[in-house]
């Protein structure tokens, strides 16, 4: 399967302060990632559909202003809170489809876990 | 009715046993169905996905599909301390390459 990188894995801010996450598709070309959000004991949810060269697509009730999505290249989507408070901790997981036509075939990053003070 | 429905658990096994997880989903238009582990702390991994109804086998695990009782189960044959994770089911939402996934299963393996 592909293989897909986040950075960082665990970041610690404070209240009102930006945060960015990368996610890489080391060894695939990835015009579809996913981001997924988890609180815990909680099911992951899906965030949004980040497309390559275009806007992203979000989910309902998921503020676009303040989850900025940027996928700029085959190999790299970025995630950005900003503003972040406090009930935007979360562990944020992004993923790679497999490519399957419709299968839905999921690789998923190791996740990047946020805490806002 | 939630989209995709698992038992919490948690469910615990003795170390050999089989373990039967189970899943319902509400959407008659999906078309994948996937069972993911997730280590605590950690992020999912895929182990099987199956579209047809039946059985499919890989190794010590088995999916069963149902998709007019829209059931998905999943079986761990000689289970071990190492299977002790979370097990999540997830369905394309539409038949799209959207996941919806269900809240979990925690397993646990009791040597």
């Known amino acids: 399967g592909a293989v897909v990188s986040q950075h960082p894995s665990r970041v610690i801010c404070k209240s009102g302060t930006s945060v960015k996450i990368e996610c890489r598709s080391l060894d695939f070309q990835a015009t579809t990632m996913f981001w997924y959000r988890q609180f815990p004991k909680q099911s992951l949810m899906l965030m949004a559909t980040?497309?390559?060269?275009?806007?992203?697509?979000?989910e309902q009730g998921v503020e676009k202003d303040k989850f900025l999505i940027n996928h700029a290249s085959l190999t790299l989507s970025t995630l950005t809170v900003t503003s972040a408070h406090p009930e935007d901790s979360s562990f944020y997981i992004c993923s790679v489809s497999s490519g399957r036509e419709n299968t839905g075939e999921l690789f998923f990053g190791e996740g990047s876990r946020l805490t806002v003070l | 009715q939630k989209e995709v429905e698992q038992n919490s658990g948690p469910l615990s096994v003795p170390e050999g046993a089989i373990a039967s997880l189970n899943c319902t989903y509400s959407d008659r238009g999906s078309q994948s169905f996937f069972w993911y582990r997730q280590y605590s702390g950690k992020s999912p991994e895929l182990i099987m996905f199956i579209y047809s109804n039946g059985d499919k086998e890989d190794g010590r695990f088995t999916a069963q599909l149902n998709k007019a009782s829209q059931y998905v189960s999943l079986l761990i044959r000689d289970s071990q301390p190492s299977d002790s994770a979370t097990y999540l089911c997830a369905v394309n939402k539409g038949g799209s390459e959207k996941l919806v996934f269900g809240k979990g299963t925690k397993l646990t393996v009791n040597p």
């Open positions: 980040s497309n390559e060269g275009s806007k992203a697509t979000y």
